[in-house]
Each structure stands twice: as structure tokens, then as C-alpha cells.
């Protein structure tokens, strides 16, 4: 139904028919998301239900998974606490945050030897594009490696059970 899985499909959000997405079409778009779908994540636990993406067809190594656009958050906001939003500057500590477009947001993270994905950040466009680390199962749920997985305080005690602070990148 996906043409095998050569990435080159994608669901028409406004109709049951599925359509052909070309790189032109994509490049056409701020936000792309057709291969992307959000569900229960594998990690998940009966105590602790929360969602994860998951590819809707295969992608080999390099292909473009999503992209999409940022959107700030007000200055002052306390992104150190807050799981839910983007690192969205290269500065440590970091005080520029933003909410992602898409199924960005449910991407979850792990060290990056096990990360799937990768996020490439155009701070000054305010747009992202996620891409694949690796050929990657249709159905496979996707993870990337948050950038202040090591630093921000509310990922200190996942960081510790994922063993990210041994990792180095």
C-alpha cells in the first residue's frame, strides 16, 4: 500500500486516497510530517502511558523523516523544568525555547548510539528538519537525541537511567 516502503508515499490528510509526495512537493511545504505517525510509545509502561512517533514507511539512512517550523516562547519562560518544549539556541544554559510543528514533539529521546534520528535546527529560520540515522523500519518508533539531555534539569533523571552522560558525542 506504501509502494513497498521507498519513502515516496504519503496520506492526503483530505482525502482516504493516498498521493505521491515528490522532493518537490516537499521542498514546497514549511511542514511535512506525511511519513510520521503518533502513537502509545514501546516505552511506555502501564504506570506510565505517554505517546511516541513512529514511521509510517521505511526510510534508508539520510532521508528526510520531517520537517517542520518553531514557534519562541516568550522570553523568561523556564524551559529548564518544562519537557514538553525545544532547546532552540546553542547557548549553555540555554534561555531561548520554542514548541515544534508536527510530530515533533513525540519524538523521544535515547543515548545517541541507539537514536534513530537526528534534528537539524535553523535557529535563525525557525524551522527544523529531522532526518534518518540509520534505514529505519516502517513502524519502528523514532528517537533522537536531545540536545540538552545532559544538562537540562528536567531530563537529569532520564539522562541518568539512559546512561547519556557516559555517552560522548
Not at 91 to 101: F, L
Not at 127 to 140: L, M, W
Request: net charge negative.
Amino acid at each position: 500500500q506504501f509502494d513497498g516502503g521507498t519513502h515516496q508515499s504519503k496520506l492526503n490528510l483530505y482525502s482516504p486516497i493516498l498521493v505521491m509526495s515528490t522532493p518537490e512537493d516537499i521542498a514546497k511545504t514549511k511542514i511535512w510530517c506525511a511519513d510520521v505517525y503518533c502513537d502509545t510509545s514501546t516505552f511506555a509502561t502501564p504506570d506510565n502511558q505517554f505517546d511516541g512517533a513512529f514511521a509510517r514507511v521505511a526510510f534508508k539512512e539520510g532521508d528526510l523523516v520531517e520537517k517542520g517550523i518553531m514557534r519562541r516562547l516568550p522570553e523568561g519562560f523556564d524551559g529548564m523544568k518544562c519537557q514538553e518544549c525545544f532547546t532552540w539556541s546553542d547557548e549553555i544554559p540555554n534561555k531561548t525555547w520554542a514548541m515544534g510543528s508536527g510530530c515533533s514533539p513525540y519524538y523521544n529521546t535515547h543515548k545517541t548510539s541507539v537514536s534513530n534520528t537526528r534534528m537539524v535546527r535553523y535557529f535563525d529560520e525557525n524551522r527544523f528538519e529531522i532526518f534518518a540515522n540509520r534505514d529505519i523500519a516502517a513502524g519502528e518508533e523514532l528517537l533522537h537525541t536531545y540536545k540538552s539531555l545532559q544538562w537540562r534539569e528536567c531530563f537529569k533523571p532520564l539522562a541518568d537511567i539512559l546512561g547519556a552522560d557516559e555517552e560522548k558525542k
